[in-house]
């Protein structure tokens, strides 16, 4: 079978997600025939990415997040506003995967959560079959524990989920534990890279920090300042800072890279971190203990908090303070090892699911045309 992933570039988790697929892709004798990455003006590819998915890489406009000033809470009317504004520009976006569709021939989009994806079906119809892929699929489980007194921010965060799997014929719904499947949506574990299994881990005397948002830093900094006995390794996402900053003695400031933060991560004492699913993951898998702050206006993050803390797996509190890390004992091992086989059967479910399609192979084995470079697809630009 041909894949061509289409993956939100608003979080890692995604991408991370998409390295991880592309590997048991090939495993499976399938084949990633290219990759969409919806880009945004306030984050920069990892070069990870690049490295990670070895196919044809392709950026395009896709909605993301509008932020305050202080880049910490996500502003869900100014989010809307925006990207309603550049309505024109997502239409040119989705030209462009029309025309690279029709290139690259795929029988499956997979899609990690970018809206682009659901308009693309909605607006083109394609033959393509569409496939959806991400914890936010939990949320149309039947009885899916929200948080209380969610209100609009629960319909928005529907609503956008929604879009986001238009015509789609399959929802793969990543989730912390194995649950009963109801109806049509697929429960699948988390995918956790190869790169995090293969970690020594041990406990080196300080806590990780990771910023989705780099207005945090201004929180991780003050309770370094006051807290000189603690000692701090964070990793932030902040545009142009390439070197590590030592602000305090007992404080580093670290570009994501991923290699180093996966180091950071099985040699740390605990994490604190925004409410990501993946990193929350990747903790447990190494049995480290874990402390959430949602990102604030961020209701999907708002979820992950409640649902760690309503299964027992991490703590979660309204700022970075690394006081709050919830400590380990003994019954936490049972959850570790409970996590790990629980990650372990997802190969075997891909390959189910796969199994239940079956695609006729394409007449054409003709040469593939070139696009045009007017169509700025590709992954340099």
């Known amino acids: 079978m041909k894949f061509l992933f289409l993956i939100q570039g608003e979080g890692r988790g995604h991408m991370t997600q998409a390295i991880t697929l592309a590997q048991i892709l090939e495993e499976q004798g399938h084949e990633l025939v290219g990759a969409v990455i919806g880009k945004s003006k306030r984050r920069k590819i990892p070069q990870f990415v690049k490295e990670g998915l070895s196919t044809h890489l392709y950026k395009l406009d896709s909605p993301n997040f509008k932020t305050d000033k202080n880049s910490k809470k996500i502003l869900l009317w100014k989010t809307l506003t925006y990207n309603l504004g550049k309505a024109g520009r997502y239409r040119k976006s989705l030209q462009k995967l029309n025309k690279l569709v029709k290139k690259r021939r795929p029988d499956v ?76 949506i697929r429960i699948f574990p988390p ?37 000189p006995e603690i000692k701090i390794k ?54 480290k203990p874990v402390l959430v702050i949602p990102v604030k206006g961020q209701y999907e993050q708002v979820c992950n908090a409640n649902e760690i803390e309503l299964l027992k797996i991490g703590r979660q509190h309204h700022e970075f303070d690394f006081h709050k890390i919830p400590k380990m004992d003994s019954s936490n ?39 045009p470079a007017s169509l700025d697809l590709n992954y340099s630009n």
């Not at 607006?123 to 039947?142: A, C, D, E």
């Not at 995918?191 to 929180?219: C, T, W």
């Not at 950071?264 to 604190?272: I, R, T």
């Open 109 to 184: 989009i997979l899609n990690f959560y970018d809206i682009l994806g659901g308009l693309y079906f909605l607006t083109y119809r394609p033959k393509v079959k569409h496939w959806v892929i991400g914890h936010q699929y939990l949320s149309f489980q039947p009885g899916h524990p929200f948080p209380k007194k969610s209100g609009l921010d629960k319909n928005f965060y529907r609503l956008n989920t929604y879009l986001t799997s238009l015509f789609t014929k399959e929802i793969i719904a990543l989730s912390f534990t194995e649950i009963q499947e109801r109806g049509d």
């Open 234 to 287: 964070a990793f932030w996402d902040r545009k142009g800072e390439k070197e590590i900053q030592r602000p305090l003695p007992n404080l580093e400031l670290n570009p994501i890279h991923e290699a180093n933060f996966l180091e950071s991560m099985a040699q740390c004492e605990g994490l604190v971190s925004t409410a990501g699913f993946e990193s929350i993951c990747e903790a447990l898998f190494l049995g």
């Open 333 to 371: 091992d049972g959850k570790v090892q409970e996590f790990r086989i629980w990650e372990s059967s997802w190969r075997i479910k891909f390959m189910e699911l796969c199994s239940e399609y079956e695609f006729e192979a394409s007449e054409d084995q003709s040469k593939e045309q070139e696009l």
């Open 191 to 227: 995918l956790i890279r190869e790169k995090v299994k293969s970690q020594i881990i041990q406990n080196s005397g300080f806590y990780l920090a990771y910023m989705v948002n780099d207005g945090y830093a201004e929180e991780v900094m003050a309770f370094a300042s006051a807290n």
